[in-house]
Nanobody, 115 residues
Framework: QVQLVESGGGVVQPGGSLRLSCAAS????????MGWYRQAPGKDREVVAR????????VYADSVKGRFTISRENANNTVFLQMNTVKPEDTAVYYC????????WGQGTQVTVSS
């Protein structure tokens, strides 16, 4: 069973940057499309970025396009989300999972964008 552990969140000022990491256990990692999701208070969880099995294709939500970059290292079962030029509306708990979400959700990592 795949376990997901997200890290790298924190408090950052508007316009700043953060890099999130997701470590996944299990041998099935490399065959799945992986994504980063986020859930803001009072809102549904949404996928903001996804990456294909070997990293050749990426798709972003309009709200983060041009600012966030998703990448993966299959050898290390890791997915990253580079967040640049962050905005207050990026404040949320960020999770990784396959797309669609097959695995049990991890605890996520809190990102707070505030001056």
């Amino acid at each position: 069973q795949v376990q997901l552990v997200e890290s790298g969140g924190g408090v950052v000022q508007p316009g700043g940057s953060l890099r999130l990491s997701c470590a996944a256990s299990g041998s099935m990692f490399s065959i799945n499309v992986m994504g980063w999701y986020r859930q803001a208070p009072g809102k549904d969880r949404e996928v903001v970025a996804r990456i294909s099995h070997f990293g050749t294709t990426t798709v972003y939500a309009d709200s983060v396009k041009g600012r966030f970059t998703i990448s993966r290292e299959n050898a290390n079962n890791t997915v990253f989300l580079q967040m640049n030029t962050v905005k207050p509306e990026d404040t949320a708990v960020y999770y990784c999972n396959s797309v669609p979400s097959y695995y049990t959700w991890g605890q996520g990592t809190q990102v707070t964008v505030s001056s």
